[in-house]
């Protein structure tokens, strides 16, 4: 099997994605951590377009962006664990939600990195997303996840409400997650911690805690 490398950077909701797919699937792969940077030879070479990471390196071929790069891996190899329904229209509510997210879930770092007027308007936006989740991706559903018993790519794609959003809220100050509010949602965040892989496989939250609360002190004094 051709060499699977993937590049990342640490506490970052887009690289944990690809490794808890990688982790799921049973791919070897190689992890190679990466400055915090937009404007590194890697980014500049492989993703000048959005100037991120992840990068995943399959043999001579590269492909960036999470979503991406979880779409290729199940292409890839559809035999080792499904991300995705197999039935085409559920498939099709899968790929809904994922961009969904893609277009939304923004917000949620607008409230990290900014202060304020727009900060205010941010957490609206949150919270108006979280409503849209709760009621109506997960209300009337019995199951563990999005996609059913098992965690697949939806669920990936909502991988910035645990952990990242928790983080974030500690850090700005806000509690939007209020059970009263989000009883479907916080049940699911339940489920999606305690599941082997998500467990094995989280930032350290005192750590990230601190290095994201650091970022957000350089972002604000620089703007």
Known sequence: MEEVKLHGTSYNLFTYRVIWALK?????????????????????????AFKRFPILF?????ISESMVILEYLEDT?????????????????????????????HCIGTMYYTSGEKQEKAIKETIEM???????A????????FGGEKIGIVDFAFGLIPHWLEVIEDIVGVKLLEPNSFPH???????????QVIKDNL??????????KNQREMILSSS
């Open 138 to 145: 997960l209300i009337g559903r019995e199951n563990k996840f």
């Open 77 to 105: 190899w559809p035999q080792n664990y499904p991300l995705l329904p197999l039935d085409p229209f559920d498939r099709a509510i899968a790929r809904f939600w994922v961009k969904f997210v893609g277009e939304k879930g």
């Open 24 to 48: 799921l699937k049973g791919i070897p792969f190689e992890y190679i951590e990466e400055e915090h940077s937009d404007k590194g030879f890697l980014i500049m070479k492989y993703n000048p």
């Open 58 to 62: 399959h043999g001579e071929k590269v």
């Open 130 to 136: 979280l409503k849209i989740i709760e009621e109506q």
């Open 185 to 195: 949602l916080l049940n699911w965040v339940q489920n999606f911690k305690e599941e």
């Open 203 to 212: 930032p350290n939250l005192d750590e990230m805690f601190v290095f994201l």
